[in-house]
C-alpha cells in the first residue's frame, strides 16, 4: 500500500496572519511537536531577513529528527537558492521548495512574467536546486485558475529538471470533490512523467470542501497533501489523519501519523500557538524546556559543548567557545555531569562579558490584594538616571515591563530559570534570563537575597550584552 505523505503548513500561514504572530520558541517547540507526530514534511517560513531567518532554519534543522524540513526561496534566484540551502542543509532530511503562482493574473502580479519568461525561470531555478539537494519540490500556486495548457507544460518542466514532488494548489478554493478529482485525473493523463514523482495537492478551505477535495486528490492518486495541525483555512491535518487511518481501504493509502496521539498533541499545538503575550506580563508565553534533558560529562570535548550550545539557542564566537568550555570543565571535573540548565548559567557568567551600558540604581515593588503588582525600576546609562513604573501580574513581571518601558525595546524571553544557591535564611538566589534578539539567544545572570533581585540583575545583564552588539 502507498504512503501519502502529511505536510504541515501551520507555520507558513501563520506568518501571513495579521492576528497571531509566532515568536522564534514557539516556531521551535512547533516543529518538535509536529516531528513527535511523525507528520512527513514540516514546511518552514522562507528567508526574508537572513541573520534572523537563517538561525531559525538552522535551529529547526537541529531540532527536527524524523520528518522532511521543506523551505521555500523566497525568490527564484541563485543566490537565494544558496542562502537557503546553507540554512537547511544540516536537517536529516532537508527539502528546497521552488514556488511560482501560475495562473496569468497571479504571474504578473505577483511575479511581473508572462508565461514564457515563468517557465524558463522555473525550470533554470529548480535544475540550480538540483545541484544542492536532491529533494526539490516545485509549488504551482493558484494552479486551479491557471490555463491549463501552460500548467500541463510547467509540471511536465519542473519534473524535467529535477523536481521530485510537484504540487498543485488550489489557492481560490472553489472547487467541490468531483471537480477536484477530474482536475487531478487530467494532469496525471496530460503529464506523463508525473507517475514518477510525488504529486502534492493543496486546497483552501474558503467553501469548506477543503478535506473533502483533499480526499478526493488522494484517491486520484496524490502523494502528498499541504495541511495544518491548527484550525486554519486550509485542509485538517486531523481530520485527513483519521480519515486515512480509518479508510485505507478506500484511500489505498496511509499516512505515517500517529492517530493514537493525534488528539493529545494537536491540543498541545492549539495551547501553544493560542497563549500569548498581555499588557501586565512581560512573557510571550511558555518558556523554553530545551535544557533539561541535556546532560554532559567530563569527557566531553570543546566540539560537544559547542554543539549544545547551539542546540541551546547560542550563536557563540570561538573566544567564546573556549571560554565556556574551560568553566565547563572546571566544573565536570569537580562533580562529573553538567545539565543544559547549568551550561546556561556558564555561558551567562562565561561568554560576551561586556561593559554595562546600564547599571541597576534602585527597584521598588509594591503588592497588594486588591490592585496589581507595581514596579518602580531606575536604571543608569551614560550618568543620567531613567525610570519608569509598569504593573504586572507578578511582581517579575512588573519589573520586565518597567525595564522594557526604560529601553523602548521588547526582547523575546526565552526561558527564566530560577534557583537557590545558599541555604538558610539569608540564602541567596540565583537567576538565569535568556533573552532572544534577531533570533540569538542572549543569557544573564543574577544572584540576590530575593528573587526580584536578581531576576533584575538577570535580565540587564542580558540586556547589556544585546545592546553592545547592536552597537558593535
Known sequence: MREVRISDVSMKLFSNSKEVSLTFKKKLELAKLLDKLSVGVIEAEGIEQEKVDSLRIKSMASAVKNSVLAVPLSDMSKECADLTWASVKEANHPRLQVVAAVSPAQMEYIHHMKADKMFAKVTETIEYCKTLTDDVEFIADDATRSDVDFLYKVIDGAINAGATTVTVSDAAGTMLPAEFTEFVNNIYENVPALKDVVLGIACSNDLSMADACAVAGIIAGAGEVKTSAYPLSCISLPNIARIIANKEDVCKASCSVRTTELKRVCAQIQWLLEIGRTSTSAFDGAVSTEGADIILNANDDMDAVAKVCAKLGYDLSEEDIV?????????????????????????????????????????????????????????????????????????????????????????????????????????????????????KVYSGRGISVDVVGSSIRAYVNALNKIVYEEHE
Do not use: C, W
Open 323 to 439: 571560554s565556556v568550555y574551560k568553566a565547563f570543565s572546571r566544573i565536570a571535573s569537580k562533580k562529573g555531569t553538567v545539565t543544559g540548565h547549568e551550561l546556561d548559567a556558564i555561558i551567562a557568567s562565561s561568554a560576551l562579558q561586556v561593559p554595562p551600558t546600564y547599571t541597576i540604581d534602585g527597584y521598588l515593588i509594591t503588592m497588594g490584594d486588591t490592585a496589581g503588582t507595581t514596579a518602580l525600576i531606575k536604571l543608569k546609562k551614560d550618568d543620567e538616571v531613567s525610570e519608569n513604573v509598569a504593573i504586572g501580574d507578578g511582581p517579575v513581571d512588573a519589573a520586565f515591563l518597567a525595564i522594557e518601558g526604560i529601553t523602548g525595546s521588547h526582547y523575546e524571553l526565552d526561558d527564566f530559570q530560577i534557583k537557590a544557591v545558599t541555604e538558610g535564611a539569608e540564602a541567596m538566589g540565583e537567576t538565569i534570563v535568556k533573552l532572544r534578539s534577531e533570533g
